[in-house]
């Protein structure tokens, strides 16, 4: 099979495109998925730089979707011919966080989806969105999921309420979409006024320029009458923490997920007990989540939002593509 590896220590130029052995037939309990899509997520690109080690020769990619020609004996929630859905944490079929998942993560402490083939347990996948092609479905493992788990998982978000979104990479736009779909109010925020116009087109209700108004998160709370939101999507990290505090309201919920403006920095820690805000760290989800989003999915009509396909031999462009900070939404590769 053709497969894509990254030599250690990292780096953009040191993916590789090789031929591999195919894995097998499939034992008990496992499938065999002849994967069709991958979608480009900040985990994969951190890993590719080598930022996140890997052993030499790992195959990266946390998201896959394809199909399944292979099925083990006992394997019931999946036939020949079904379409399947990787999971960001395949030993994490729900309830609280496991210790020691990363180990098992696709394309970080174990070989991802770049590649044609893949033997794995039938509980590693999930069904797809009726309707979704494989590129729409693989856009749902990492980006989705987080924006579902942030939200709804540990939000508990409702109709009527505030959200705050951070930039158009693909976590912020499946929340302004699960937020809208929901009901909810959405601010959100970019540094380019084309994309914000974009934005406003998806249903957003407020849009800030960051760049030209530093202060966003103080523009947030005003907009909403000095009470602030009820929600914020965190996706840059220390550098972005403290207006998102600003923005939020007294009681509030920030889901931190992203580490974009840094990994550390001053915190105003007396903001976050005055306010009493809810701050809680999000790494995707499990994979009865993952069901349960894409019965939202489904019952909403929701579609993800794919700038640009790249080929799997030219997955180094994609990750240049991604580190242009050009795109709005998801980077798809088609294998």
Same mark, same amino acid.
């Given at each position: 099979?053709?497969a894509?590896?990254l030599?250690?220590?990292?780096g953009?130029?040191q993916?590789?495109?090789?031929?591999?052995?195919?894995?097998?037939?499939?034992?008990?309990?496992?499938?065999?998925?002849?994967?069709?899509?991958?979608?480009? $997520?900040y985990?994969?690109?951190?890993?590719?730089?080598?930022?996140?080690?890997?052993?030499?020769?790992?195959?990266p990619?946390?998201?896959?979707a394809?199909?399944?020609i292979?099925i083990?004996?006992?394997?019931?929630?999946?036939?020949?011919?079904?379409?399947?859905?990787?999971?960001?944490?395949? $030993?994490?079929?729900?309830?609280?966080?496991?210790?020691?998942?990363?180990?098992?993560?696709?394309?970080?402490?174990?070989?991802?989806?770049?590649?044609?083939?893949?033997?794995?347990?039938?509980?590693?996948?999930?069904?797809?969105?009726?309707?979704?092609?494989?590129?729409?479905?693989?856009?749902?493992?990492?980006?989705?999921?987080?924006?579902w788990?942030?939200?709804?998982?540990?939000?508990h978000?409702?109709?009527?309420?505030?959200?705050?979104?951070?930039?158009?990479?693909?976590?912020?736009?499946?929340?302004?979409?699960?937020?809208?779909?929901?009901?909810a109010?959405?601010?959100a925020?970019?540094?380019c006024?084309t994309?914000?116009?974009?934005?406003?087109?998806?249903?957003a209700?407020?849009?800030? $320029?960051y760049?030209?108004?530093p202060?966003w998160?103080t523009?947030?709370?005003?907009?909403?009458?000095?009470?602030?939101?009820?929600?914020?999507?965190?996706?840059?990290?220390?550098g972005?923490?403290?207006?998102?505090?600003?923005?939020?309201? +007294?009681?509030?919920?920030?889901s931190?997920?992203?580490?974009?403006e840094?990994?550390?920095g001053p915190?105003?820690?007396?903001?976050?007990?005055?306010?009493?805000?809810?701050?809680?760290?999000?790494? +995707?989800?499990?994979?009865?989540?993952?069901?349960?989003?894409i019965a939202a999915?489904?019952?909403?009509?929701?579609?993800?939002v794919?700038?640009?396909?790249?080929?799997?031999?030219e997955l180094g462009?994609?990750?240049?593509?991604?580190?242009?900070?050009?795109?709005?939404?998801?980077?798809?590769v088609?294998?």
């Open positions: 099979m053709k894509v590896r030599r250690a220590p990292g953009i130029d993916l590789e495109v090789a031929e591999l052995p195919d894995p097998g037939a499939p034992g008990a309990g496992e499938i065999v998925v002849r994967l069709r899509a991958s979608s480009l $997520n985990h994969d690109y951190k890993v590719v730089l080598g930022d996140i080690p890997t052993e030499d020769g790992r195959i990619m946390s998201d896959g394809g199909d399944v292979a083990g004996a006992g394997v019931t929630d999946f036939k020949p011919g079904d379409a399947a859905l990787s999971l960001f944490f395949p $030993n994490w079929p729900d309830g609280a966080p496991i210790e020691g998942g990363f180990s098992g993560v696709p394309g970080d402490g174990a070989d991802g989806y770049a590649c044609e083939l893949v033997r794995a347990p039938a509980s590693a996948f999930t069904r797809v969105p009726k309707g979704y092609s494989h590129a729409e479905a693989a856009t749902l493992t990492c980006a989705g999921l987080t924006a788990r942030a939200l709804v998982v540990e939000g978000l409702k109709a009527g309420d505030r959200v705050l979104v951070q930039g158009t990479g693909g976590v912020s736009i499946f929340a302004l979409q699960f937020a809208k779909a929901m009901g109010t959405v601010i925020t970019s540094s006024d994309k914000l116009d974009r934005l406003k087109a998806m249903g209700d407020h849009v800030i $320029n760049k030209t108004t202060k998160g523009a947030a709370r005003a907009w909403t009458g000095g009470i602030g939101v009820d929600h914020v999507v965190e996706v840059g990290g220390a972005t923490l403290p207006q998102s505090l600003s923005a939020a309201r +007294v009681g509030g919920h920030i931190l997920i992203g580490v974009l840094g990994l550390e915190i105003p820690t007396a903001l976050i007990m005055r306010k009493q805000v809810r701050l809680i760290g999000i790494t +995707v989800g499990t994979r009865r989540s993952q069901l349960d989003m999915i489904e019952a909403n009509g929701i579609r993800p794919i700038d640009k396909h790249f080929p799997l031999e462009d994609a990750f240049r593509y991604q580190e242009s900070g050009r795109h709005f939404g998801k980077i798809a088609d294998i």
